[in-house]
């Protein structure tokens, strides 16, 4: 797939006005979106990532459409179930309903750039290093397991909302104890403070990255083309704030999300294994052909996250009842 410098300036351009306004506005009007506008603006995102696969369509062809497709559905899953553990740090953090779009907003955006440098990396030690694809599929293997015998045996959610950053934060700074609307940083009695709202962002920003561990070996697993890598991972953070407001209740019935991303992982880490193979001719001298094509790809994923929300929907619905 041959991308142009300008295909990739006016993509960059494009993402930094429409999360420019968005900060602006929130900025100025903080406040909790309502079911209306948060469906409204999901609706308009997806749109657009159908309208962009689209045109992948057209202008290179139904394979790399497919890889865009199924990355896109892949980070916007994990994304759902990282939102679990941002409800965990709002309210442990005991931020205000109408503060939380606009935490939510620059975590994004930092979350944004964190990962457009794990793409790069990644890119980079791809295109250098073909036994990367052998490390990257044993680490989603990994992962899958880990996040399974995680759902069998949850976290504390205190843990699961501390790290290093954060740790470091509180004990390097001064802080207020309430929240000062969005500001990051008061003087107070002629002291400099940091407010409670660079906590949150601190806390969004850095579990994000642990996320994008996960999230950008997954994505290369199904195409090796940074632009789409990079394309699938703004559309799938672009709606995630207000996908935040919209399903908030709804994360807790999900109950099965977590297998059905440990199944998604290990069958990309599998299918990473096996490209592996592949590049270095492994298959061939054994007599098959271990490139898994991208429509099985977009099968796996679409049937996996469709069981998983029926059944976990019909489990909650049974406990409902009894």
Request: net charge neutral.
């Amino acid at each position: 797939m041959h991308v142009t410098t300008e295909a990739w300036v006016i993509t960059i351009v494009a993402m930094v006005v429409v999360l420019g306004i968005d900060l602006v506005y929130i900025g100025r009007r903080p406040h909790e979106p309502s079911m209306k506008e948060a469906g409204l603006a999901i609706g308009v995102f997806s749109a657009l990532a159908v309208v962009f696969g689209v045109g992948v369509w057209v202008t290179s062809g139904p394979r790399y459409a497919g890889e865009f497709f199924a990355g896109w559905l892949t980070e916007y899953s994990l994304s759902v179930d990282n939102l679990f553990i941002f409800v965990l740090i709002m309210a442990n953090l005991r931020v205000p309903r109408q503060l939380q779009q606009y935490a939510l907003m620059v975590g994004i955006i930092l979350a944004l750039v964190l990962r457009g440098v794990f793409i790069g990396v990644g890119a980079a030690a791809i295109e250098a290093f073909v036994w990367v694809f052998f490390l990257f599929g044993a680490f989603l293997i990994y992962t899958a397991i880990k996040l399974y015998l995680e759902y069998r045996k949850p976290d504390d959610s205190d843990d699961m909302t501390e790290n290093a950053v954060m740790r470091w934060v509180r004990r390097t700074f001064r802080a207020t104890d309430e929240f000062h609307g969005t500001k990051l940083v008061v003087r107070l009695d002629g002291k400099r403070l940091i407010t409670p709202m660079l906590f949150v962002i601190v806390a969004l920003g850095t579990t994000d990255l642990l996320f994008a561990l996960d999230s950008i070996p997954a994505i290369y697993g199904l195409t090796q083309e940074p632009y789409l890598v990079f394309s699938a991972n703004v559309f799938a953070l672009m709606g995630l704030r207000q996908l935040y407001f919209l399903i908030g209740g709804l994360l807790d019935r999900l109950i099965y999300l977590s297998v059905g991303l440990s199944v998604i992982l290990a069958f990309i880490g599998v299918k990473l294994l096996l490209h592996a193979m592949h590049e270095y001719g492994w298959d061939t001298s054994l007599g098959f052909d271990a490139e898994i094509p991208i429509w099985a790809s977009l099968l796996v994923i679409i049937g996996t996250l469709a069981v998983t929300t029926i059944a976990s929907l019909a489990a909650d619905r049974r406990a409902s009842q009894h």
